[in-house]
């Protein structure tokens, strides 16, 4: 980062911002009582925590779904539970979120679908307190949180745009914030610097916001809207993938503090289906409450280096068309 930017940042932040991050944190998200019987939900992640919940939550007010998680057995035991209890359509694909083959080709069925989509829910994760490689060679946090959210909207883009009205949520998280001064574009992989869990967490959070900023672009003005929400200090499996020590001191200590992942359903719920934010777009929500992210998730020069270093890493062959400036 050059040192222009690091003053410019500098001078960005505010005090303000800060003090409502920390208030927001003590609220409950808005409640949305509308049925949404007969819409189409896809969701990743949705075999646990907050993904599981969120599914059921959509299943409770007549949505049928589509889950997209890594492992079969336990997505098949979510789909009977939901068309059991709730009586509605719940269908699955199974992908690995950190293999770019797998992704693009989930991206692929995606297209295929007849059904129009109306929510399309970003919700899968991993939290690594070590540094790990994918088997194209990419960094596994900043794959799953944030490649896979892009390959995927990226592909959908002109199908989205063609139904007319869709709402795209990404799961991210106040820990952009530990990216303080920016994405590294020239070591994401993380070869130059000392790799953290948090850090590392907190660079993937911001790419999901700097996207949104150029996704926000392309759909002005065809009815699909793309959000970006904080989930709240709730407890999730996440992290389950480290060491025993990590594991206990999150199951002993860290998870004793947290709240209900019911909270964050309630939030997906409500930025999914409440008309009250319809047409809403390019915003983040702590919660339900909207919230003014770190100086560098709104820096557009960035989002714009992003994006063409993103459809570097995928491996995709872009279209200049398809990005308005």
């Not at 969701?43 to 646990?48: E, F, V, Y």
């Not at 009250?276 to 280096?305: C, Q, R």
């Amino acid at each position: 980062m050059s040192k222009n930017k690091f003053f410019r940042y500098v001078k960005e932040y505010k005090w303000s911002d800060i003090f409502a991050m920390i208030k927001n944190n003590g609220l409950d998200p808005k409640i949305c009582t509308e049925d949404y019987k007969n819409r189409f939900v896809v969701i990743t992640g949705a075999t646990s925590g907050i993904g599981y919940v969120t599914a059921r939550k959509f299943a409770a007010h007549g949505a049928n779904l589509l889950c997209i998680n890594r492992n079969k057995e336990k997505t098949e035991a979510l789909c009977k539970e939901i068309e059991s209890e709730f009586g509605v359509k719940c269908n699955y694909l199974i992908a690995d979120l950190s293999n770019l083959n797998a992704i693009n080709g989930l991206a692929d069925e995606l297209l295929k679908l007849t059904t129009p989509i109306d929510v399309l829910i970003h919700n899968a994760g991993v939290y690594l307190t070590k540094k790990e490689l994918t088997a194209d060679g990419l960094e596994k946090v900043f794959v799953v949180h944030y490649l896979s959210s892009f390959i995927l909207n990226y592909k959908l883009m002109d199908k989205l745009k063609a139904q007319g009205k869709t709402r795209i949520i990404m799961v991210g998280s106040e820990g952009h914030r530990f990216a303080a001064w920016g994405l590294k574009l020239n070591d994401l992989n993380w070869e130059k610097r000392h790799y953290t869990g948090l850090q590392s967490y907190g660079s993937a959070k911001m790419a999901q916001l700097l996207s949104m900023l150029v996704f926000d672009k392309y759909f002005k003005n065809t009815g699909v809207s793309i959000n970006c929400m904080h989930p709240g200090a709730v407890k999730t499996g996440t992290g389950q993938e480290n060491g025993p020590m990590y594991r206990w001191f999150k199951k002993n200590l860290f998870d004793k503090t947290l709240k209900s992942p019911e909270l964050s359903a309630e939030a997906l719920y409500y930025l999914g289906v409440s008309k009250e934010i319809e047409g809403v777009s390019a915003k983040f929500y702590n919660l339900t409450t909207e919230e003014v992210p770190a100086p560098p998730a709104l820096d557009k020069e960035v989002a714009d280096e992003l994006w063409y270093k993103s459809l570097e890493m995928a491996g995709i062959i872009y279209n200049e068309f398809v990005y308005l400036t």
